[in-house]
């Protein structure tokens, strides 16, 4: 429901357009690594998803559980809460895992929070943690980067600014581009693997930043 809705609403806020590289594969049982500049950049990605005949499980802030309907609707179609600085932070992992092995398209978000900016203009993906790399690990599944570029001109900044952003973007109507790279195979030392990961996310960012700006 939740990618479907995406899918529905996000045109109207701004003109979505997806792209990939000839290998990419969105196959069963995939982990999608994205970049994450804004609040609004998960719709987005799942509406590029969705029309990728994608409907993905996501690892996202436990603190959405808690937003009222939100909250019901994340819990009911399985997506996973990710318990940041606790005890249960873990258990994401293992949760995410299972979900893999089960054939699902799994979300994760390499950098695991926000960038602590106001602007609204496109920066490279920060450093990532080590989660991404620690679950192809104990997976062995292909990993595909995704890059998106945009989110930020529909919210970014101060609270007023993004509720502002939102209220015109159906005028201004900003350009959100969606990149899906090759598949690619994270394995050894995880350091290494989270470099390798980082890379070819800002590489399928950097294509994206380009289309949106054709």
């Known amino acids: 429901m939740l990618s479907r809705t995406a899918a529905l609403l996000v045109p109207a806020f701004g003109s979505l357009r997806v792209t990939a590289d000839p290998g990419a594969v969105l196959a069963p049982g995939t982990i ?4 994450h500049t804004s609040l609004a950049d998960p719709a987005i990605v799942l509406a590029a998803l969705h029309r990728l005949g994608a ?43 299972e979900a893999v092995a089960a054939g699902h398209v799994v979300l994760i978000y390499g950098e695991g929070g926000l960038p602590r900016r106001r602007d609204s203009g496109e920066r490279p993906p920060g450093p990532f943690r080590s989660g991404l790399a620690r679950l ?23 609270p007023l600014k993004q509720v502002a952003g939102l209220a015109t973007a159906p005028a201004r109507r900003p350009s959100l581009h969606v990149h899906l790279g090759t ?20 590489a399928a960012w950097e294509r994206a930043v380009r289309a949106a700006a054709a």
Do not use: F, K, M, Y
């Not at 999608?32 to 970049?35: G, H, I, K, S, Y």
């Not at 104990?138 to 990993?143: I, L, S």
């Open 32 to 35: 999608v690594a994205a970049n």
């Open 55 to 97: 409907r993905p499980v996501v690892l996202a802030a436990a603190g959405l559980w808690r937003v009222p309907v939100l909250g019901g609707l994340l819990r009911r179609e399985g997506h996973i809460p990710v318990h940041r600085g606790t005890a249960h932070a873990a258990d994401a992992l293992d949760q995410a895992a």
């Open 136 to 158: 192809a690990a104990a997976t062995g599944a292909p990993v595909v980067p995704l890059g998106q570029a945009g989110a930020r001109r529909l919210t970014s900044g101060s």
């Open 183 to 202: 598949p690619l195979r994270l394995a050894g030392e995880p350091a290494a693997a989270t470099a390798l990961a980082h890379g070819a996310v800002t």
